[in-house]
């Protein structure tokens, strides 16, 4: 018998409009991308020579060169192109791969170089953003008295920031995520207002929008770096991903609807910082200025306190953005079999709110290093970036494949590969300098991420491949006697439910070691055998289960298929199944007399989990065994079965089982008449 059930469901958000869902979207979705005003034009004149060095025709082109990155690759790819391939209203890298991983292993690759970089650039956009706004307030006079003087105590200052960031995490943060969408539209609408009063002292500044302006300035004497200035100009478009990353958050029109106003305050911004720059190039009082910021320099003395509240404010909902990004990243991978397991809390009642310990602990390391590294945030710029146009990349490489599994034109697809890829490949390239300026960090990051992506994946791969000694067997065949153990009063009730996770292959094939470890080890003897296998869909918030029978009451195969943001509370939901058959009559009741329950008709459980261990026999090639051995190591110092499964306070018992790996000679002993005479007795 064979029957199919939801467990539980969730409302799509894909498709849905409100006026709650825009400024929900407006903090959740353009923390990032929002906040490159800070910084964005302050790299391009820094990596020109700064103020002083630099021609009204550079800066002319520079901004062309933003307006036009901002609408290439934020306006056309990720809002007109990525947010259709939503996988049931979620996005991101890792859903796009789930909507076409059947068209062929190797995508894969760029699912998983993709994630890997995109986590490692977030690990890098607290640092950068809370530093600039802090730097803002460096020498600023408050109540005629300086705060900050020195660069040491902006440093200071943005690690406290941080850590106390990083400390609230745990706590859930419903109460500040209210308040993240009007502080956002606060901070649109106000940069927005400055950069109109500020660009409309020279209007000339319009010709930016001429894509000609652009081109020009990549071989004009006045740029002194060439193509390499694109990697400060991309730094506009970093938050880019998580308008495709957060769509399942805030939904799909509520971007539509949003950016435009987004995009308009930026522009308007980078437009009036582009004025200022103009009129003030040959102050030479701005030449001697280190830290020189063109989006606090051109406001009124009497805004820049408020500038720079509003502005730390924004850095702070960027980061928190990201690192709520990174949770749900990591969770997406774990639950798509790239990342180990790890252990995720939910806070809050929020069902999208989700807290994994140990990646906060490794972003907060990282994030205070870097602060603490760099000092500046002009070094921070310089390594800022690169790992995501990484990420970008690997993304369009996916939508290639999206769009080919929806039937588009060949020559459409091609078109929009190969139009993207270049734009985006010509980044690349041009960030490549960062590298030996910090780059090198998100990278070194993405690469130790990338990497253990790969131990995973491979050390599975390499333990199925050389698997010796260990075969799949048909839980038909073992039908009769799981039946005479489970009546057979001779050996004492393990429990009333024996539960075996492990996979299930065509419904009835398992390991042998399970099989081994119920009638060989020490007969368990059971009121009902349940072999429960969790399948993750593509399907993010599915929750539905398969039951088999094979024509019994004592022996029960659950397929469980759980989506990939679905937590996985295997105990709850196998009493709900159990309950369920009871009431249908598929299962006998099991009435308990000693009891806290009233009525109560399930019996106790156990759980039974098999740990592998390398076996000493083992007899495969010194890469492969290494690669097992680091996956197995992992597997050791994560999340343990029990905790993942949602076993914490179940009946749980940890059996050690031999992992043998490779064809290994078996020594047949021969009985001798006599001892040889070359023996020696030694111990």
């Not at 300098?433 to 491979?458: D, P």
């Not at 010796?468 to 153990?485: F, G, I, M, P, W």
């Not at 308990?592 to 459980?605: A, E, K, L, N, S």
Request: charged content about 15%; glycine content about 8%; aromatic content about 12%.
């Amino acid at each position: 018998m064979k029957r199919i059930k939801n467990l539980e469901s969730k409302p799509k958000l894909g498709d849905r409009f409100s006026i709650g869902g825009l400024i929900i979207a407006l903090g959740v979705v353009y923390g990032d991308i929002g906040t490159s005003p800070l910084y964005v034009m302050k790299s391009i004149v820094a990596g020109n020579g700064g103020m002083g060095h630099i021609s009204d025709r550079f800066i002319l082109g520079a901004v062309s060169f933003v307006f036009w990155t901002l609408f290439i690759v934020t306006t056309l790819k990720y809002v007109l192109v990525a947010l259709r391939a939503d996988n049931n209203g979620e996005g991101g890298i890792f859903a796009l791969y789930t909507l076409i991983r059947n068209r062929g292993k190797w995508l894969i690759v760029p699912a998983m170089i993709g994630g890997a970089f995109l986590l490692a650039d977030g690990m890098l956009t607290p640092s950068v953003t809370v530093t600039t706004a802090v730097e803002g307030l460096k020498g600023v006079p408050i109540n005629h008295q300086i705060l900050l003087s020195t660069q040491s105590e902006v440093i200071l200052v943005t690690i406290l920031i941080l850590a106390f960031l990083f400390f609230i995490q745990r706590f859930g943060t419903e109460l500040i995520g209210k308040a993240f969408g009007p502080i956002m539209l606060l901070w649109f609408t106000y940069i927005g207002i400055v950069g109109l009063v500020g660009m409309s002292k020279d209007l000339s500044i319009l010709r930016a929008l001429n894509p000609y302006y652009a081109i020009q300035v990549l071989f004009s004497a006045d740029n002194k770096v060439g193509i390499f200035i694109l990697g400060s100009v991309f730094l506009a478009t970093t938050g880019a991903e998580a308008l495709y990353s957060d769509m399942g958050h805030v939904g799909r029109k509520n971007i539509y609807a949003s950016w435009p106003y987004v995009n308009l305050c930026l522009v308007l911004n980078y437009f009036g910082q582009a004025v200022w720059i103009y009129q003030h190039n040959n102050n030479a009082a701005f030449a001697k200025i280190s830290d020189f910021n063109p989006f606090f320099e051109m406001l009124p003395s009497k805004l820049r306190i408020f500038t720079i509240i509003i502005a730390t404010l924004a850095a702070i909902i960027a980061s928190q953005a990201l690192i709520s990004g990174s949770y749900t990243l990591v969770s997406e991978g774990i639950r798509l079999h790239l990342l180990p397991r790890l252990h995720v809390i939910y806070p809050t009642n929020f069902r999208g709110q989700l807290y994994i310990p140990t990646v906060n602990a490794i972003l907060c390391l990282v994030c205070l290093t870097i602060v603490y590294t760099f000092q500046t945030s002009e070094h921070m710029e310089a390594a800022y970036g690169l790992a995501i146009t990484v990420t970008m990349l690997m993304t369009t490489l996916l939508l290639f494949e999206f769009l080919r599994k929806k039937h588009v034109p060949t020559i459409l697809s091609l078109g929009v590969l190969l139009f993207f890829g270049s734009v985006e490949f010509i980044f690349f390239i041009s960030s490549l300098v960062k590298f030996a300026h910090g780059g090198w960090v998100t990278i070194l990051i993405g690469a130790a991420i990338l990497s253990i992506m790969y131990i995973w994946q491979m050390g599975d791969y390499y333990r199925n491949n050389n698997i010796y000694r260990t075969e799949d067997v048909s839980l038909v065949a073992y039908k009769n006697q799981l039946s005479s153990l489970s009546k057979d009063d001779r050996f004492p009730l393990y429990t009333a439910n024996l539960v075996y996770m492990t996979k299930v292959h065509d419904e009835r094939y398992i390991k042998k070691t399970i099989l081994y470890s119920i009638l060989d080890k020490r007969p368990k003897r059971a009121g009902v055998y349940w072999f429960v296998t969790v399948n993750v869909t593509d399907d993010p918030y599915s929750a539905g289960y398969t039951v088999e029978t094979f024509g019994t009451d004592y022996m029960i195969n659950v397929q469980l298929y759980l989506g990939f943001r679905v937590e996985q509370k295997v105990n709850v939901y196998l009493r709900q199944i159990i309950n369920d058959m009871i009431a249908k009559g598929e299962l006998p009741a099991q009435p308990q007399q000693y009891t806290t329950i009233p009525d109560r008709d399930v019996g106790d459980f156990s759980f039974v989990m098999l740990q592998e261990e390398l076996s000493p026999e083992t007899e495969i090639k010194g890469f492969q065994k290494a690669i097992i051995q680091a996956r197995l190591f992992l597997q050791k110092i994560t999340v343990s079965p029990a905790t993942w499964f949602g076993l914490e306070y179940a009946d749980v018992i940890t059996e050690r089982i031999p992992l043998i790996l490779g064809k290994i000679p078996i020594v047949k002993l021969k009985r001798l008449k006599q001892k040889p005479e070359d023996f020696s007795n030694t111990l």
